[in-house]
């Protein structure tokens, strides 16, 4: 309950702080928050042309199945990269102020999920302009995303905890945000990987959330029950880790910012 009381106290400061990072990623843009909708939008064009061309997947409907990777991977990205330094680049107000520390990585990972609501908006003109049929099972979208936000959040309250300290976690995950997209099938169907490759790509949590994302969206298909515990399991164990590193490291920011 003290947690819960601390929290509703500095609600406000959390959506000041989610405007913060909206207003300061798309300033003196021209065109604003609509980048969240045309970038998806030209990065599935120029992956579907190429890849389309040079790997001849057989994937029906391939500009949509990149879409649905694109969008996922990215807000991934977004979010744990913003939240890997989130207190690092709020160093001045952690030092001056009593501010409860996660909200500025909770902060990160919302202004992301902002964004991806606008990808999706994207997603669904593509689906009108490819004539892809809608079904009632897209309403199940949100059990993904949520999954997708309780997973980013927990990797990004690690991240956050480590960078503090060791400031080469943000050159280390540069890098391995590299591997994990090639090991995350965004661009190419699991059919075509060697059965060694596929296991490692679906010990991937990031696949199967990707996977349940496409079954709702295009193949019209409900998960399993025995699947959506499975993953939620993973997510809920993903965050509980991350709270854990974060608040046994968070008495120490202040010696190391």
């Known amino acids: 309950m003290e947690h819960i009381n601390n929290f ?3 609600q406000p400061l959390l959506y000041e702080l989610v405007a913060r990072d909206v207003k300061i990623k798309y300033r003196k843009s021209v065109l604003g928050v609509l980048w969240t909708l045309l970038n998806p939008l030209m990065m599935m064009v120029i992956l579907s042309v190429v890849f389309s061309n040079l790997m001849k997947f057989d994937i029906e ?3 949509l199945y990149i879409l649905t990777g694109q969008i996922l991977f990215t807000f991934y990205n977004e979010a744990t990269s913003g939240a890997m330094t989130a207190i690092l680049g709020n160093a001045s107000l952690i030092k001056k102020v ?3 520390k996660y909200l500025f990585v909770l902060s990160r990972i919302a202004s992301s999920s902002i964004n991806i609501l606008s990808s999706f908006c994207a997603l669904i003109l593509v689906m009108l302009f490819t004539r892809t049929e809608l079904h009632f099972t897209m309403f199940l979208v949100v059990i993904p995303l949520v999954y997708l936000t309780i997973f980013s959040l927990g990797i990004g309250l690690i991240l956050a905890a480590l960078t503090v300290k060791f400031r080469d ?4 995950y540069t890098v391995f945000l590299t591997a994990l997209m090639y090991l995350t099938p965004i661009i190419y169907p699991m059919s075509m990987l060697p059965e060694k490759v596929r296991i490692i790509v679906n010990l991937n949590p990031l696949t199967g959330i990707l996977n349940i994302f496409r079954e709702v969206m295009m193949y019209n ?3 399993s029950a025995f699947e959506l515990l499975v ?3 993973v997510v809920l164990a993903t965050l509980a880790l991350g709270l854990w590193v974060f608040y046994k490291q968070q008495d120490e920011f202040i010696l190391n910012l």
């Open 8 to 10: 509703k106290k500095f």
């Open 61 to 63: 409907n391939y500009s």
């Open 98 to 100: 009593y501010i409860p």
């Open 169 to 172: 976690v943000m050159h280390l």
């Open 221 to 223: 298909r409900i998960p």
């Open 231 to 233: 993953f939620l399991v």
